[in-house]
Protein backbone atom coordinates (compact mmCIF):
# COMPACT_ATOMS: atom_id res chain seq x y z
CA UNK A 1 0.00 0.00 0.00
CA UNK A 2 2.99 2.61 0.97
CA UNK A 3 4.75 1.38 -1.83
CA UNK A 4 1.71 1.65 -4.57
CA UNK A 5 -0.51 4.55 -3.12
CA UNK A 6 1.89 8.00 -3.26
CA UNK A 7 -0.91 10.31 -1.70
CA UNK A 8 -3.09 9.47 0.05
CA UNK A 9 -6.67 11.51 0.18
CA UNK A 10 -8.07 14.15 2.38
CA UNK A 11 -7.32 17.15 3.56
CA UNK A 12 -6.98 18.51 7.20
CA UNK A 13 -8.54 21.40 8.39
CA UNK A 14 -6.92 23.09 11.82
CA UNK A 15 -9.40 24.69 14.44
CA UNK A 16 -8.20 28.06 13.32
CA UNK A 17 -9.41 27.58 10.00
CA UNK A 18 -12.86 27.10 11.97
CA UNK A 19 -12.60 29.72 14.60
CA UNK A 20 -10.83 32.23 12.04
CA UNK A 21 -13.83 31.32 9.70
CA UNK A 22 -11.48 30.63 6.98
CA UNK A 23 -13.96 27.47 5.81
CA UNK A 24 -17.78 27.51 5.18
CA UNK A 25 -19.59 25.60 7.46
CA UNK A 26 -23.12 25.50 8.31
CA UNK A 27 -23.93 25.42 12.36
CA UNK A 28 -27.25 24.53 13.63
CA UNK A 29 -27.86 24.56 17.73
CA UNK A 30 -31.57 22.89 17.75
CA UNK A 31 -33.03 22.66 21.79
CA UNK A 32 -35.14 19.11 21.74
CA UNK A 33 -36.55 17.82 24.74
CA UNK A 34 -37.31 14.17 25.42
CA UNK A 35 -39.55 12.63 28.44
CA UNK A 36 -38.59 9.18 29.58
CA UNK A 37 -40.69 6.66 31.33
CA UNK A 38 -38.98 5.03 34.07
CA UNK A 39 -40.83 1.60 33.55
CA UNK A 40 -41.56 -1.23 35.80
CA UNK A 41 -37.98 -2.02 36.95
CA UNK A 42 -36.85 1.60 37.50
CA UNK A 43 -40.12 2.79 38.19
CA UNK A 44 -39.77 1.34 41.86
CA UNK A 45 -35.84 1.59 41.73
CA UNK A 46 -36.67 5.70 41.55
CA UNK A 47 -39.91 5.14 43.84
CA UNK A 48 -37.62 3.67 46.73
CA UNK A 49 -34.54 5.94 46.34
CA UNK A 50 -37.25 8.79 47.11
CA UNK A 51 -37.57 6.90 49.82
CA UNK A 52 -33.83 6.75 50.75
CA UNK A 53 -33.77 3.05 50.14
CA UNK A 54 -32.40 1.08 47.49
CA UNK A 55 -34.12 -1.73 46.06
CA UNK A 56 -32.72 -4.27 43.41
CA UNK A 57 -34.56 -7.72 42.19
CA UNK A 58 -33.85 -11.35 42.40
CA UNK A 59 -34.36 -13.77 39.96
CA UNK A 60 -34.68 -16.85 41.94
CA UNK A 61 -33.24 -19.33 38.15
CA UNK A 62 -29.70 -18.00 38.63
CA UNK A 63 -30.04 -16.90 42.13
CA UNK A 64 -29.32 -13.30 40.91
CA UNK A 65 -29.99 -9.92 42.26
CA UNK A 66 -30.54 -7.28 39.75
CA UNK A 67 -29.54 -3.96 40.42
CA UNK A 68 -30.49 -1.81 39.42
CA UNK A 69 -33.93 -3.32 39.91
CA UNK A 70 -35.11 -4.80 36.80
CA UNK A 71 -38.36 -6.26 35.49
CA UNK A 72 -36.88 -9.76 33.68
CA UNK A 73 -33.64 -11.60 34.24
CA UNK A 74 -31.65 -11.23 30.82
CA UNK A 75 -29.75 -14.47 31.77
CA UNK A 76 -33.01 -16.72 32.45
CA UNK A 77 -35.12 -14.44 30.25
CA UNK A 78 -38.24 -14.71 32.46
CA UNK A 79 -39.79 -12.32 34.63
CA UNK A 80 -37.97 -11.42 38.39
CA UNK A 81 -39.40 -13.41 41.01
CA UNK A 82 -39.12 -10.52 43.65
CA UNK A 83 -37.80 -7.28 45.09
CA UNK A 84 -35.10 -6.76 47.78
CA UNK A 85 -34.33 -4.13 50.03
CA UNK A 86 -30.50 -3.53 49.77
CA UNK A 87 -28.11 -1.29 52.37
CA UNK A 88 -27.12 1.98 51.38
CA UNK A 89 -23.64 0.96 52.21
CA UNK A 90 -21.00 -1.08 49.74
CA UNK A 91 -17.31 -1.64 48.72
CA UNK A 92 -15.43 0.40 46.01
CA UNK A 93 -15.00 -1.81 42.98
CA UNK A 94 -12.90 0.55 41.31
CA UNK A 95 -12.55 4.53 40.72
CA UNK A 96 -11.17 7.13 38.63
CA UNK A 97 -10.18 10.81 39.75
CA UNK A 98 -11.76 12.87 37.16
CA UNK A 99 -10.39 16.24 36.07
CA UNK A 100 -12.53 16.70 32.71
CA UNK A 101 -15.96 16.63 33.14
CA UNK A 102 -18.71 15.56 29.95
CA UNK A 103 -17.72 17.82 27.50
CA UNK A 104 -13.94 17.65 28.30
CA UNK A 105 -13.33 20.95 30.06
CA UNK A 106 -11.14 21.14 32.67
CA UNK A 107 -12.31 21.22 36.05
CA UNK A 108 -10.01 22.49 39.31
CA UNK A 109 -11.95 20.39 42.07
CA UNK A 110 -11.28 16.74 40.74
CA UNK A 111 -14.95 14.65 40.82
CA UNK A 112 -14.36 10.47 42.00
CA UNK A 113 -16.46 8.72 39.80
CA UNK A 114 -16.74 5.09 41.70
CA UNK A 115 -18.42 1.85 40.80
CA UNK A 116 -19.67 0.74 44.15
CA UNK A 117 -20.79 -3.18 44.82
CA UNK A 118 -24.07 -2.61 46.87
CA UNK A 119 -24.39 -4.43 50.06
CA UNK A 120 -26.51 -7.26 50.12
CA UNK A 121 -26.54 -7.43 46.38
CA UNK A 122 -23.64 -10.07 46.47
CA UNK A 123 -21.14 -8.15 44.52
CA UNK A 124 -23.12 -6.00 42.57
CA UNK A 125 -22.52 -2.57 41.27
CA UNK A 126 -23.80 0.68 40.50
CA UNK A 127 -22.00 3.56 39.45
CA UNK A 128 -22.10 6.95 41.41
CA UNK A 129 -19.29 9.58 42.98
CA UNK A 130 -17.27 9.85 45.83
CA UNK A 131 -16.95 12.92 48.38
CA UNK A 132 -15.82 13.90 51.81
CA UNK A 133 -12.78 12.59 50.69
CA UNK A 134 -9.33 13.34 50.07
CA UNK A 135 -9.20 11.71 46.48
CA UNK A 136 -5.15 10.52 47.67
CA UNK A 137 -6.87 8.32 49.96
CA UNK A 138 -9.41 6.61 47.75
CA UNK A 139 -8.56 2.64 47.25
CA UNK A 140 -10.11 -0.05 45.77
CA UNK A 141 -12.10 -2.18 48.36
CA UNK A 142 -12.53 0.84 50.53
CA UNK A 143 -16.02 0.47 52.60
CA UNK A 144 -18.33 3.92 51.70
CA UNK A 145 -22.29 5.09 52.77
CA UNK A 146 -24.13 6.94 50.46
CA UNK A 147 -25.16 10.61 51.49
CA UNK A 148 -28.93 11.27 50.40
CA UNK A 149 -30.78 14.48 49.52
CA UNK A 150 -32.70 15.76 52.55
CA UNK A 151 -36.12 14.31 52.10
CA UNK A 152 -38.49 16.99 50.85
CA UNK A 153 -36.05 17.41 48.09
CA UNK A 154 -35.80 14.39 46.78
CA UNK A 155 -37.93 13.56 43.22
CA UNK A 156 -37.42 9.60 42.50
CA UNK A 157 -33.76 9.99 40.68
CA UNK A 158 -29.90 8.73 40.92
CA UNK A 159 -29.21 11.68 42.38
CA UNK A 160 -31.43 11.54 45.28
CA UNK A 161 -28.57 10.43 46.58
CA UNK A 162 -25.88 12.59 46.56
CA UNK A 163 -22.83 10.84 46.73
CA UNK A 164 -20.72 8.14 48.83
CA UNK A 165 -18.35 8.63 51.99
CA UNK A 166 -15.80 6.79 53.32
CA UNK A 167 -17.89 4.37 56.06
CA UNK A 168 -16.58 4.46 59.81
CA UNK A 169 -17.64 1.03 60.39
CA UNK A 170 -17.80 0.83 64.88
CA UNK B 1 -20.70 -25.84 7.31
CA UNK B 2 -21.16 -25.33 3.74
CA UNK B 3 -19.64 -21.52 3.72
CA UNK B 4 -17.68 -20.38 0.74
CA UNK B 5 -13.93 -19.14 1.00
CA UNK B 6 -13.97 -15.56 0.76
CA UNK B 7 -10.88 -13.62 -0.03
CA UNK B 8 -9.91 -9.67 0.44
CA UNK B 9 -8.79 -8.46 -2.86
CA UNK B 10 -8.33 -4.99 -2.34
CA UNK B 11 -8.10 -2.23 0.54
CA UNK B 12 -7.86 1.98 0.28
CA UNK B 13 -7.85 4.15 2.86
CA UNK B 14 -8.01 8.33 3.67
CA UNK B 15 -5.75 10.10 5.87
CA UNK B 16 -6.79 9.92 9.67
CA UNK B 17 -6.67 13.98 10.97
CA UNK B 18 -8.66 15.92 14.00
CA UNK B 19 -10.89 17.54 10.94
CA UNK B 20 -11.33 17.00 7.72
CA UNK B 21 -12.29 19.47 5.11
CA UNK B 22 -13.91 16.97 3.27
CA UNK B 23 -17.53 15.16 4.37
CA UNK B 24 -18.22 11.93 5.77
CA UNK B 25 -19.74 10.89 2.06
CA UNK B 26 -16.65 12.37 0.26
CA UNK B 27 -14.69 10.13 2.55
CA UNK B 28 -16.14 6.96 2.03
CA UNK B 29 -16.27 7.95 -1.84
CA UNK B 30 -12.21 8.59 -1.31
CA UNK B 31 -11.50 5.11 0.38
CA UNK B 32 -14.30 3.19 -1.65
CA UNK B 33 -12.45 4.46 -4.84
CA UNK B 34 -8.77 3.90 -3.86
CA UNK B 35 -9.94 0.29 -2.70
CA UNK B 36 -11.64 -0.65 -6.32
CA UNK B 37 -8.37 0.86 -8.48
CA UNK B 38 -6.49 -1.11 -6.08
CA UNK B 39 -7.63 -4.29 -7.31
CA UNK B 40 -9.19 -2.99 -10.73
CA UNK B 41 -12.72 -3.13 -9.85
CA UNK B 42 -15.11 -0.92 -10.32
CA UNK B 43 -18.87 -0.36 -9.38
CA UNK B 44 -20.37 -2.83 -11.67
CA UNK B 45 -18.38 -5.36 -10.03
CA UNK B 46 -19.87 -5.19 -6.89
CA UNK B 47 -22.42 -7.61 -5.24
CA UNK B 48 -23.30 -5.53 -2.40
CA UNK B 49 -22.41 -2.98 -0.20
CA UNK B 50 -21.48 -3.13 3.61
CA UNK B 51 -21.14 -0.22 5.73
CA UNK B 52 -19.85 1.09 8.81
CA UNK B 53 -20.04 4.12 10.43
CA UNK B 54 -20.26 4.32 15.01
CA UNK B 55 -22.24 6.83 16.99
CA UNK B 56 -25.37 8.99 15.29
CA UNK B 57 -24.49 11.31 17.88
CA UNK B 58 -21.40 12.80 16.70
CA UNK B 59 -23.01 13.67 13.28
CA UNK B 60 -26.54 14.35 14.43
CA UNK B 61 -27.65 12.75 10.98
CA UNK B 62 -30.70 10.11 11.52
CA UNK B 63 -30.00 7.40 9.54
CA UNK B 64 -26.28 8.04 8.98
CA UNK B 65 -26.32 4.88 7.10
CA UNK B 66 -28.50 5.50 4.43
CA UNK B 67 -27.10 9.31 4.30
CA UNK B 68 -23.55 7.80 3.39
CA UNK B 69 -24.47 5.20 1.11
CA UNK B 70 -23.57 7.04 -2.27
CA UNK B 71 -20.46 7.59 -0.75
CA UNK B 72 -19.98 3.67 -0.38
CA UNK B 73 -21.20 2.96 -3.42
CA UNK B 74 -24.37 1.65 -2.33
CA UNK B 75 -26.60 2.93 -5.71
CA UNK B 76 -28.91 0.92 -6.44
CA UNK B 77 -27.38 -2.35 -4.89
CA UNK B 78 -27.95 -4.19 -1.84
CA UNK B 79 -26.79 -2.74 1.26
CA UNK B 80 -26.64 -3.07 5.41
CA UNK B 81 -25.18 -0.99 7.79
CA UNK B 82 -23.35 -2.75 10.51
CA UNK B 83 -23.73 -0.42 14.21
CA UNK B 84 -21.84 -1.52 17.33
CA UNK B 85 -20.30 1.69 18.47
CA UNK B 86 -16.32 1.17 18.59
CA UNK B 87 -16.88 -2.58 17.56
CA UNK B 88 -18.25 -1.53 14.20
CA UNK B 89 -14.75 -1.47 12.52
CA UNK B 90 -14.35 -4.95 12.65
CA UNK B 91 -18.19 -5.98 12.95
CA UNK B 92 -18.43 -5.08 9.27
CA UNK B 93 -15.49 -6.87 8.09
CA UNK B 94 -17.35 -9.74 9.36
CA UNK B 95 -20.79 -8.69 8.27
CA UNK B 96 -18.83 -8.43 4.62
CA UNK B 97 -17.54 -11.61 4.96
CA UNK B 98 -21.16 -13.27 5.26
CA UNK B 99 -22.65 -11.51 2.47
CA UNK B 100 -20.11 -13.39 0.39
CA UNK B 101 -19.85 -16.80 1.94
CA UNK B 102 -23.32 -17.32 2.11
CA UNK B 103 -23.40 -17.59 -1.68
CA UNK B 104 -25.83 -14.47 -1.96
CA UNK B 105 -23.02 -11.94 -3.49
CA UNK B 106 -19.54 -12.79 -5.39
CA UNK B 107 -17.87 -9.51 -4.43
CA UNK B 108 -18.80 -7.13 -1.29
CA UNK B 109 -17.39 -3.39 -0.80
CA UNK B 110 -16.92 -3.13 3.03
CA UNK B 111 -16.66 1.02 3.99
CA UNK B 112 -16.41 2.24 7.10
CA UNK B 113 -16.24 6.21 7.68
CA UNK B 114 -16.24 8.22 10.88
CA UNK B 115 -16.20 12.24 11.13
CA UNK B 116 -16.11 12.93 14.44
CA UNK B 117 -15.41 16.34 14.27
CA UNK B 118 -19.03 17.44 13.21
CA UNK B 119 -19.96 17.94 17.43
CA UNK B 120 -18.99 20.90 19.14
CA UNK B 121 -16.39 21.83 20.90
CA UNK B 122 -15.12 18.71 21.04
CA UNK B 123 -17.04 14.96 20.26
CA UNK B 124 -16.64 14.06 23.66
CA UNK B 125 -19.48 15.89 24.63
CA UNK B 126 -21.90 13.58 22.64
CA UNK B 127 -20.88 10.52 24.09
CA UNK B 128 -23.35 11.25 26.98
CA UNK B 129 -25.95 10.00 24.96
CA UNK B 130 -24.04 6.64 25.10
CA UNK B 131 -25.14 6.09 29.18
CA UNK B 132 -28.42 4.84 30.67
CA UNK B 133 -30.59 7.75 30.49
CA UNK B 134 -32.04 7.25 34.01
CA UNK B 135 -29.06 5.61 36.24
CA UNK B 136 -25.90 6.96 34.57
CA UNK B 137 -25.94 10.13 32.50
CA UNK B 138 -28.37 12.22 35.11
CA UNK B 139 -24.02 12.18 37.34
CA UNK B 140 -22.80 13.97 34.69
CA UNK B 141 -20.12 11.09 33.54
CA UNK B 142 -17.69 11.70 30.85
CA UNK B 143 -16.60 8.28 28.84
CA UNK B 144 -13.45 8.67 30.08
CA UNK B 145 -14.58 7.77 33.36
CA UNK B 146 -15.55 4.01 32.38
CA UNK B 147 -11.75 3.81 29.99
CA UNK B 148 -10.29 4.91 33.85
CA UNK B 149 -12.25 2.92 35.77
CA UNK B 150 -11.59 -0.49 33.39
CA UNK B 151 -7.81 0.61 33.50
CA UNK B 152 -8.09 1.00 37.32
CA UNK B 153 -9.35 -2.42 38.15
CA UNK B 154 -7.18 -4.10 35.41
CA UNK B 155 -3.97 -2.96 37.23
CA UNK B 156 -4.91 -3.62 40.49
CA UNK B 157 -6.32 -7.31 40.04
CA UNK B 158 -2.47 -8.00 38.57
CA UNK B 159 -0.67 -5.09 40.47
CA UNK B 160 0.13 -3.83 36.52
CA UNK B 161 1.59 -0.07 37.00
CA UNK B 162 0.97 2.65 34.82
CA UNK B 163 4.50 2.54 33.30
CA UNK B 164 3.85 -0.76 32.44
CA UNK B 165 0.99 0.65 30.36
CA UNK B 166 2.56 3.94 29.14
CA UNK B 167 4.72 1.73 27.11
CA UNK B 168 2.12 1.05 24.08
CA UNK B 169 1.66 4.43 23.91
CA UNK B 170 5.10 4.71 23.25
CA UNK B 171 5.22 1.73 20.62
CA UNK B 172 2.22 2.63 18.51
CA UNK B 173 2.70 6.09 18.15
CA UNK B 174 6.53 5.13 16.86
CA UNK B 175 4.91 2.74 14.48
CA UNK B 176 2.88 5.23 13.24
CA UNK B 177 5.37 7.17 11.81
CA UNK B 178 5.36 4.71 8.88
CA UNK B 179 2.01 5.01 8.19
CA UNK B 180 1.33 7.65 5.58
CA UNK B 181 -2.38 8.19 7.06
CA UNK B 182 -1.06 8.40 10.65
CA UNK B 183 -2.81 11.55 12.96
CA UNK B 184 -0.26 11.57 15.72
CA UNK B 185 2.91 9.51 14.76
CA UNK B 186 5.53 10.60 17.57
CA UNK B 187 8.39 9.54 19.19
CA UNK B 188 7.55 9.93 22.53
CA UNK B 189 9.17 8.24 26.08
CA UNK B 190 7.51 6.44 28.95
CA UNK B 191 8.22 9.65 30.57
CA UNK B 192 5.90 11.67 28.58
CA UNK B 193 3.36 9.55 29.09
CA UNK B 194 3.76 9.49 32.98
CA UNK B 195 4.32 13.33 32.88
CA UNK B 196 1.03 13.83 30.74
CA UNK B 197 -1.79 15.86 31.85
CA UNK B 198 -4.32 13.74 34.26
CA UNK B 199 -7.70 13.61 32.48
CA UNK B 200 -8.95 11.20 34.44
CA UNK B 201 -6.83 9.04 36.88
CA UNK B 202 -4.91 6.59 35.91
CA UNK B 203 -5.98 8.16 32.75
CA UNK B 204 -3.49 10.67 31.38
CA UNK B 205 -3.47 12.55 27.89
CA UNK B 206 -0.99 10.58 26.61
CA UNK B 207 -2.94 7.25 27.18
CA UNK B 208 -5.29 8.01 24.91
CA UNK B 209 -6.00 8.09 21.02
CA UNK B 210 -6.85 11.37 19.14
CA UNK B 211 -10.46 11.49 17.79
CA UNK B 212 -10.43 11.43 13.72
CA UNK B 213 -11.64 11.98 10.55
CA UNK B 214 -11.16 9.42 8.27
CA UNK B 215 -12.49 6.38 6.18
CA UNK B 216 -10.96 2.83 4.85
CA UNK B 217 -12.60 0.43 2.43
CA UNK B 218 -11.89 -2.88 1.28
CA UNK B 219 -13.16 -5.67 -1.44
CA UNK B 220 -13.75 -8.77 -0.92
CA UNK B 221 -14.65 -11.49 -3.31
CA UNK B 222 -15.27 -15.33 -3.26
CA UNK B 223 -12.70 -17.79 -3.81
CA UNK B 224 -13.58 -18.45 -7.71
CA UNK B 225 -13.75 -14.50 -8.42
CA UNK B 226 -10.66 -13.46 -6.17
CA UNK B 227 -8.51 -16.16 -8.58
CA UNK B 228 -9.13 -13.86 -11.47
CA UNK B 229 -8.46 -11.10 -9.69
CA UNK B 230 -5.31 -11.49 -7.85
CA UNK B 231 -2.16 -13.73 -7.41
CA UNK B 232 -2.59 -12.82 -3.86
CA UNK B 233 -5.77 -13.11 -2.09
CA UNK B 234 -5.65 -12.93 1.67
CA UNK B 235 -8.60 -15.37 2.81
CA UNK B 236 -10.71 -14.48 5.64
CA UNK B 237 -10.36 -17.49 7.70
CA UNK B 238 -12.10 -16.81 10.86
CA UNK B 239 -14.89 -14.46 11.95
CA UNK B 240 -16.50 -13.84 15.36
CA UNK B 241 -18.25 -10.78 17.31
CA UNK B 242 -20.21 -11.07 21.13
CA UNK B 243 -22.04 -8.57 23.20
CA UNK B 244 -22.06 -8.63 26.73
CA UNK B 245 -24.24 -6.80 29.43
CA UNK B 246 -24.81 -3.24 29.49
CA UNK B 247 -25.15 -3.07 33.36
CA UNK B 248 -21.44 -2.54 34.21
CA UNK B 249 -21.41 -3.16 37.69
CA UNK B 250 -23.04 -6.53 36.66
CA UNK B 251 -19.38 -7.38 35.07
CA UNK B 252 -16.02 -7.14 36.28
CA UNK B 253 -14.14 -5.11 34.40
CA UNK B 254 -10.81 -6.70 34.94
CA UNK B 255 -10.81 -8.63 31.71
CA UNK B 256 -13.21 -8.78 28.47
CA UNK B 257 -14.56 -11.89 28.28
CA UNK B 258 -17.26 -10.81 25.62
CA UNK B 259 -13.70 -10.22 23.47
CA UNK B 260 -12.66 -13.97 24.23
CA UNK B 261 -16.06 -15.36 22.96
CA UNK B 262 -15.52 -13.74 19.83
CA UNK B 263 -11.75 -14.65 19.39
CA UNK B 264 -13.28 -18.10 20.42
CA UNK B 265 -16.00 -18.78 17.73
CA UNK B 266 -13.32 -17.68 15.19
CA UNK B 267 -10.44 -19.53 16.04
CA UNK B 268 -13.02 -22.21 15.80
CA UNK B 269 -13.55 -21.31 12.48
CA UNK B 270 -9.97 -20.96 11.50
CA UNK B 271 -8.83 -24.10 13.44
CA UNK B 272 -6.38 -22.07 15.69
CA UNK B 273 -6.29 -24.08 18.71
CA UNK B 274 -2.87 -22.14 20.26
CA UNK B 275 -3.26 -18.15 19.32
CA UNK B 276 -0.25 -17.29 21.26
CA UNK B 277 1.75 -19.53 18.71
CA UNK B 278 -0.05 -19.75 15.75
CA UNK B 279 -0.88 -16.15 14.94
CA UNK B 280 2.01 -13.85 13.33
CA UNK B 281 0.15 -10.43 14.01
CA UNK B 282 -2.23 -9.07 15.78
CA UNK B 283 -4.20 -5.66 15.77
CA UNK B 284 -5.60 -5.45 19.11
CA UNK B 285 -8.40 -2.14 19.45
CA UNK B 286 -6.40 0.52 21.09
CA UNK B 287 -7.84 3.87 22.17
CA UNK B 288 -6.03 3.38 24.82
CA UNK B 289 -2.84 2.18 25.90
CA UNK B 290 -4.14 0.01 28.28
CA UNK B 291 -7.12 -1.29 25.94
CA UNK B 292 -4.12 -2.97 23.50
CA UNK B 293 -2.57 -5.23 26.81
CA UNK B 294 -6.76 -6.24 27.87
CA UNK B 295 -7.61 -6.63 24.72
CA UNK B 296 -4.94 -8.65 23.40
CA UNK B 297 -5.37 -10.98 27.06
CA UNK B 298 -9.28 -11.70 25.43
CA UNK B 299 -8.13 -12.71 22.35
CA UNK B 300 -6.14 -15.32 24.12
CA UNK B 301 -2.51 -13.96 23.02
CA UNK B 302 -1.29 -14.78 26.16
CA UNK B 303 -3.21 -15.44 29.65
CA UNK B 304 -4.76 -12.73 32.11
CA UNK B 305 -2.58 -10.27 33.45
CA UNK B 306 0.33 -11.13 31.45
CA UNK B 307 0.19 -8.89 28.36
CA UNK B 308 2.82 -6.31 30.14
CA UNK B 309 5.43 -9.20 30.38
CA UNK B 310 5.19 -9.61 26.58
CA UNK B 311 5.85 -5.74 25.80
CA UNK B 312 8.30 -4.91 28.35
CA UNK B 313 10.02 -8.47 26.24
CA UNK B 314 9.80 -6.82 22.94
CA UNK B 315 7.70 -9.61 21.39
CA UNK B 316 5.04 -7.05 20.60
CA UNK B 317 7.00 -4.59 18.73
CA UNK B 318 7.24 -4.72 14.56
CA UNK B 319 10.42 -7.08 14.86
CA UNK B 320 8.87 -9.28 17.84
CA UNK B 321 7.96 -12.28 17.51
CA UNK B 322 4.32 -11.28 17.94
CA UNK B 323 3.51 -7.83 17.20
CA UNK B 324 0.39 -6.02 18.14
CA UNK B 325 -0.51 -2.94 16.37
CA UNK B 326 2.21 -2.48 13.66
CA UNK B 327 -0.18 -0.38 12.18
CA UNK B 328 0.78 2.22 14.61
CA UNK B 329 -3.35 1.56 16.07
CA UNK B 330 -5.57 3.90 17.26
CA UNK B 331 -3.11 5.90 19.26
CA UNK B 332 -0.91 6.61 16.31
CA UNK B 333 -2.82 6.77 12.85
CA UNK B 334 -5.97 8.37 14.60
CA UNK B 335 -8.95 6.95 16.15
CA UNK B 336 -11.79 7.29 13.27
CA UNK B 337 -13.65 5.01 15.60
CA UNK B 338 -15.59 2.79 12.81
CA UNK B 339 -12.77 3.81 10.02
CA UNK B 340 -9.92 2.75 13.00
CA UNK B 341 -11.46 -0.94 13.57
CA UNK B 342 -11.58 -1.38 9.11
CA UNK B 343 -7.89 -0.02 9.17
CA UNK B 344 -6.58 -2.70 11.38
CA UNK B 345 -8.34 -5.11 8.67
CA UNK B 346 -6.57 -3.47 5.95
CA UNK B 347 -3.19 -3.83 8.19
CA UNK B 348 -3.17 -7.25 8.12
CA UNK B 349 -4.41 -7.33 4.40
CA UNK B 350 -1.21 -5.19 3.52
CA UNK B 351 1.23 -7.16 5.98
CA UNK B 352 -0.08 -10.87 5.11
CA UNK B 353 0.70 -9.65 1.47
CA UNK B 354 4.16 -8.29 1.84
CA UNK B 355 2.71 -4.39 0.77
CA UNK B 356 3.27 -2.48 4.21
CA UNK B 357 6.45 -0.74 2.94
CA UNK B 358 8.17 0.78 5.79
CA UNK B 359 5.75 -1.18 8.52
CA UNK B 360 6.53 -4.42 7.31
CA UNK B 361 6.84 -7.15 9.94
CA UNK B 362 10.07 -9.30 9.03
CA UNK B 363 9.55 -13.14 8.24
CA UNK B 364 6.38 -12.81 5.74
CA UNK B 365 3.93 -13.34 8.39
CA UNK B 366 0.77 -15.67 7.91
CA UNK B 367 -1.68 -15.63 10.07
CA UNK B 368 -3.66 -12.32 11.75
CA UNK B 369 -6.20 -11.38 13.90
CA UNK B 370 -7.45 -7.87 13.99
CA UNK B 371 -10.30 -6.74 17.00
CA UNK B 372 -12.54 -3.89 18.01
CA UNK B 373 -14.09 -3.00 21.29
CA UNK B 374 -16.58 -0.32 22.11
CA UNK B 375 -20.37 0.67 21.86
CA UNK B 376 -21.30 0.72 25.60
CA UNK B 377 -17.76 -0.94 26.48
CA UNK B 378 -19.36 -4.36 26.23
CA UNK B 379 -18.54 -5.38 22.54
CA UNK B 380 -15.97 -7.88 21.03
CA UNK B 381 -15.57 -8.02 16.99
CA UNK B 382 -12.59 -9.82 16.23
CA UNK B 383 -11.61 -11.32 12.32
CA UNK B 384 -8.90 -13.91 11.63
CA UNK B 385 -6.60 -13.45 7.99
CA UNK B 386 -4.43 -15.53 6.47
CA UNK B 387 -1.92 -16.36 3.42
ZN1 LIG C 1 -31.95 -15.34 36.25
Known sequence: ?170 | MGMRKVAIVGAGMTKFMRRAHETGKELSWQAAKIALDSCELTLDDIGCVVMGTAPDAFDNIHMKGDYLGDGAGAWRKPYIRGFVGGGTGVFVADQAWYHVASGLFDTCLVVAEEKMSSAMPHPQGNFITCWDMFTESPLGPSLLWFFAWEMNRYMHAHGITEREIAMVSVKNKKNAMDHPAAQLPAEITVEDVLNSEVMAWPVKRLDVSPTSDGAVALVYAAEHVAKRITDKPVWIEGVGWCLDTIYVGQRDLYYPKYVEYAARQAYDMAGIKEPSKEIDIAEPYDPFDYKELHNAEGLLLCGKGEAPKLLADGVTQRTGRQPWCPSGGALGVGNAIAATGLMKVAELFWQLRGEAGKRQVPGRPKKGVAQAWGDEMQVGSVIVLGV
Do not use: Q
Not at chain 1, 28 to 52: C, N, Q, S, V
Open chain 1, 1 to 170: MSEKIKELPGTPLSEKDIIEKKVLFTEWHPEFMWAWDTGIGYGRYFAELKKGRIIGTRCNKCRRVLLPARYFCEWCFRPVDEWVYLEDTGTVNTFSIAYTDWLARRIKEPRIPALIEIDGSGGVGIMHVLDEVDPKEVKIGMRVKAVWEPEEEREGAITDIKYWKPLKEV
